[in-house]
């Protein structure tokens, strides 16, 4: 399964390696990530996969909203099961 974590905020040094800590934490595997900086607020897009994950998706969830508290940025995960209910009638 995959799903897609997004981080917003404003741009502060170490933001990528702390969000990959707690993917490595986790057996998260990043596959692909984009991110940019717009109008000094930091956006990154990372789509990960949850197959090997070490917790459940709730914790998963609790986990990075911890970490957006902690780094005072907007951090949200979605599952690609919600992304395909969005395009089934």
């Given at each position: 399964m995959k799903a897609v974590i997004t981080v917003i905020g404003r741009d502060t040094v170490g933001v990528v390696a702390k969000v990959s800590a707690v993917c490595a934490e986790l057996n998260i595997n990043i596959e692909d990530i984009s991110q940019s900086i717009m109008q000094e607020m930091f956006c990154m897009i990372?789509?990960?996969?949850?197959?090997h994950c070490t917790a459940d998706p709730a914790a998963v969830r609790d986990r990075f909203a911890a970490l957006g508290e902690e780094m005072?940025?907007?951090v949200t995960v979605t599952r690609q099961e919600v992304f395909d209910a969005m395009h089934t009638i």
């Open positions: 990372m789509l990960v996969s949850l197959n005072k940025m907007q």
